[in-house]
Each structure stands twice: as structure tokens, then as C-alpha cells.
């Protein structure tokens, strides 16, 4: 009877513990919160993490029923572990939901710092090929010339690339600032 009244208070704490993950059940992370070896699965979503932790329980009583004693040791061990691990990542949602705040506004950031660079870069490539178009204009060697036109070139392909990179930041803020409005 001792054994019905310990399966008991653990199925108690396991009904509990679903309560807490219900609101988040589906929500789906950007990686596995847990450690491999903690889930057999690997899933992103507590909800998924919660049916394991109910499947190893009904096994639990599977095996105290037919008095595998290792088994239950085992099984009791992993169960107390997963719920741990679930109570754990369920304690740090509120840091989480910050972190994910905190990493929006840095992409933010990183994305203006980004536009800042590559158009500090454009400048300085223009300036550049400004410099290089006068000294072509200042040469009469055939063989210089052709060595500053090949340098002209390569300057114009990397400004042409540096303003293509631009566009696509100043799209991705503008995605970004639309996403804030809407």
C-alpha cells in the first residue's frame, strides 16, 4: 500500500506540473532546451516533453506491478530528473521572454550599426575610385593604364556590392520597423 500512496503523490506532482506547462504546451523554442540524454525525444515544445514524462510514469507503474526493481529505480530517477528539468525551464520563462526582447532590440541595433559601417565603407570605396579614375586620367603609359583600369574595375565591383548589401539593409530595417507598426 506504501507503494500505491508514493505512485500516487508523484502522479499528484506530474498533474501539477502539466497544469504549469499548459498555457506553453505548443510553444515551440529555437532549440532543445534539455540535455540529449534527459528526453528521448527532441522536440522543442514542453507539451512534448510533458506526454514523455506521463508515458515513463504509466511504465513506472507498469514495473512496480510486475516488481522490477531495477527498472523502478531507474524509471523513478528519470521521472524525478524530467520533472526537475521541466519545473527549471518553466521557473525561467519570464527571463527567457526578456532575453527575447533584449535580443530584438540588439538585431535592432546591429542592423543600424551594420547600415552605419557599409555606408562609412561606400564613402571611402567612392572616394577611392575617384582617386583612381584621376590617376588614370594623369597616365600615358599604355601598360599603366590598363593596370589602373583593372583597378578600377575591382573598385567599382566592390562598391556595386557594397551599395547591393545597403538596399538589403535598409529593407530588412524597414521590415523590421513595419513588423514594430503593425
Do not use: W
Not at 78 to 94: C, D, F, N, P, Y
Not at 145 to 153: I, R
Request: hydrophobic share 35%; charged share 30%.
Amino acid at each position: 500500500m506504501k507503494t500505491q500512496a508514493l505512485l500516487d503523490a508523484l502522479k499528484k506532482q506530474i498533474d501539477e506540473l502539466a497544469v504549469r506547462v499548459a498555457p506553453i504546451k505548443d510553444h515551440e523554442f529555437s532549440h532543445s532546451r534539455f540535455d540529449m540524454q534527459l528526453f528521448s525525444h527532441k522536440s522543442t515544445k514542453l507539451g512534448d516533453c510533458q506526454k514523455e514524462l506521463n508515458t515513463l510514469y504509466q511504465q513506472l507503474c507498469n514495473s512496480v506491478t510486475l516488481n522490477h526493481t531495477q527498472q523502478v529505480t531507474f524509471l523513478t530517477e528519470k521521472i524525478v530528473h524530467q520533472m526537475q528539468a521541466i519545473s527549471r525551464e518553466l521557473s525561467t520563462q519570464g527571463l527567457r521572454e526578456k532575453e527575447d526582447s533584449f535580443r530584438t532590440k540588439k538585431e535592432q541595433v546591429d542592423l543600424y550599426e551594420r547600415l552605419s559601417q557599409h555606408q562609412d565603407y561606400e564613402r571611402r570605396l567612392q572616394a577611392m575610385v575617384s582617386e583612381k579614375e584621376l590617376d588614370l586620367s594623369g597616365l600615358t603609359d599604355s601598360h599603366l593604364q590598363h593596370q589602373c583600369q583593372q583597378e578600377l574595375a575591382a573598385l567599382a565591383g566592390r562598391l556595386y556590392r557594397c551599395r547591393q548589401a545597403l538596399m538589403r539593409i535598409e529593407k530588412a530595417i524597414e521590415h523590421q520597423e513595419n513588423q514594430f507598426f503593425d
